[in-house]
């Protein structure tokens, strides 16, 4: 996987209530990306995100898996989490070092406790977020009821982008509210079906006046009768995305692979990269005041260790984001935390238990090192002759 910088980066928490479909979907995610050959199955033990014994007993996720995929010329670093509560320090870990979310919904039982928990963290982290209502192809699937429940109790910032073409076994594809075009499960170009037209464009006026809110021209425009062309529907809703006063709503089965891709492109499209998103803060040690972190990487060097985690093979392994200038493999970097120098090894990206080598993490990225000697979730790793710590995981 290439270098990206950081306005090509994407770093998103996948998180839901437990059985909404998250580690499914994820699959779904890296085999459009081309990073796996075969779509493994939670039920199966086969997944990427899913590989410890312990989940592959269960069927579900105990920790959080870091999946990056790339897309559209963008990296995606994906981070699937948890849905019991009883593993939710590693949803607010993810949750620490992610500039945005994607909060999952199955489509049959609607928004459960978890998924109500999940949203007040991402509303107390002023986090941007898309929503995906999974699971169209089992039974008792409803979309517009899903989507009223959310309206109704996440705000009526939350629009449909997207409407699903029937449900449960007739679930056969999705219709794109921006461009007005039906996709069937081949991934197929079709026609809008009569039946839902009405409601498609019912769906469509709703999205249309949310958008020309975000901006005083589109709101001029919209209300002088003139309609918004689709440039315009999607860099107003990108721009109401990344302030928080918009929320898609999008229609998936993960299992039939359907509208997964619309999802990955709207993740491109309309989520924050680091950039978009308000400087980090730390203290400087040594002239012990708080500062902003730039993500220049001329900047001093700034990482967050945000999980440990024990690998059978290679040990130790410590997971990380860079906030400012770049992480080298074959260094050494100070932590601040410990007071102690940290020989740096080879860095890679993890995705599950899989690992690619790179030589270096630059601001806005997450990787991975192992066999740090005294370094430890919360830790923040710098130059020695310029301190630096970043608040630890609350």
Not at 165 to 186: C, H, N, P, R, Y
Request: net charge negative; charged share 20%.
């Amino acid at each position: 996987m290439r270098s990206y910088q950081s306005n090509d980066i994407r770093n998103v928490a996948l998180v839901s209530h437990s059985r909404a479909g998250k580690t499914s979907l994820s699959e779904a995610i890296l085999f459009n990306a081309g990073h796996i050959t075969r779509l493994g199955r939670v039920d199966d033990g086969n997944t990427t995100s899913d590989f410890e014994p312990e989940e592959v007993s269960r069927g579900g996720s105990v920790q959080l898996s870091l999946l990056p995929y790339e897309w559209k010329n963008t990296k995606i670093n994906l981070i699937d989490t948890p849905g019991y509560a009883d593993f939710i320090g590693d949803v607010i870990a993810a949750l620490k070092v992610a500039d945005s979310a994607v909060l999952v919904i199955c489509a049959a039982s609607g928004i459960e406790v978890g998924a109500d928990l999940m949203w007040n963290e991402l509303s107390k982290r002023e986090l941007p977020a898309m929503i995906v209502v999974n699971k169209m192809d089992r039974e008792n699937a409803q979309y517009i009821g899903t989507l009223s429940s959310i309206r109704e109790q996440f705000g009526r910032q939350c629009i449909s982008i997207q409407m699903p073409i029937g449900s449960e076994a007739d679930f056969a594809g999705v219709i794109d509210l921006i461009s007005m075009k039906a996709t069937g499960q081949d991934g197929k170009e079709k026609e809008i079906p009569s039946n839902l037209l009405e409601q498609a464009q019912t769906l469509r006026e709703t999205m249309t006046e949310t958008i020309a809110e975000v901006d005083d021209d589109l709101t001029m425009k919209y209300l002088e009768g003139e309609g918004l062309s689709e440039d315009e529907l999607t860099a107003g809703l990108s721009k109401g995305v990344k302030a928080g006063t918009i929320v898609p709503v999008l229609a998936t089965s993960a299992l039939l692979n359907s509208g997964v891709e619309s999802l990955m492109n709207g993740i491109c499209n309309y989520l924050p990269s680091p950039n978009d998103r308000p400087p980090a803060s730390c203290t400087d040690l040594l002239a012990k005041e708080s500062l902003s972190l730039n993500l220049n990487v001329s900047s001093p060097l700034a990482a967050f260790v945000f999980k440990t985690s024990a690998d059978p093979f290679v040990g130790k392994l410590s997971y990380f984001r860079v906030y400012s200038s770049s992480l080298q493999s074959d260094s050494q970097v100070w932590n601040s935390n410990k007071h102690t120098a940290e020989r740096i090894a080879q860095l890679f990206t993890p995705r599950g238990k899989d690992q690619e080598n790179v030589s270096q993490v630059s601001a806005g990225d997450i990787g991975a090192v192992a066999k740090l000697g005294t370094t430890n979730s919360g830790d923040t790793l710098c130059d020695k002759d310029h301190p630096l710590s970043i608040d630890n995981i609350d």
